[in-house]
C-alpha cells in the first residue's frame, strides 16, 4: 500500500510542476522595445584635475622549527597626482610629514 502511494505522489508532483511551468509561460508578458529612442547627448564637465589615492598592505611571518616566529607588516597610502607624480605616506604618520614624493 505505501508503495502505491509514493507513486502517487511522485505522479502528482510532476503534475503539478508541469503545471506550474505551464502557468508561468502563460502569465509571461512579452518584452516590448520603445518605439522611437530618443538620445540627448551633452558637453561632459572638465575636470581640472584628478588626485588618484589607493591603500596597500603587506606583511611577511617565518617560521622556525622551534617555534621562534618573526612578524613584519608595512602599510602605507599613495595618492596619485598625475601621470608622472604620486606620494606615498605610511598609515599613522603625522599630518606635516610630507611623505615619500615619487616623479617621473
Excluded: Y
Excluded at 617555534?67 to 598625475?82: E, P
Excluded at 599613522?92 to 610630507?98: A, N, Y
Amino acid at each position: 500500500m505505501t508503495v502505491r502511494i509514493q507513486k502517487c505522489l511522485r505522479r502528482d508532483a510532476s503534475a503539478l510542476a508541469i503545471f506550474l511551468a505551464f502557468l508561468a509561460l502563460l502569465a509571461a508578458a512579452p518584452a516590448h522595445a520603445q518605439k522611437d529612442p530618443k538620445f540627448d547627448f551633452g558637453k561632459p564637465e572638465e575636470v581640472k584635475t584628478v588626485e588618484w589615492k589607493a591603500q596597500a598592505k603587506g606583511g611577511f611571518s617565518m617560521t622556525t622549527g622551534n617555534s621562534q616566529t618573526m612578524n613584519g607588516t608595512l602599510t602605507g597610502k599613495v595618492a596619485w597626482q598625475d601621470a608622472d607624480h604620486f606620494t606615498f605616506r605610511l598609515v599613522g604618520d603625522p599630518p606635516q610629514d610630507p611623505g615619500l614624493k615619487f616623479a617621473r
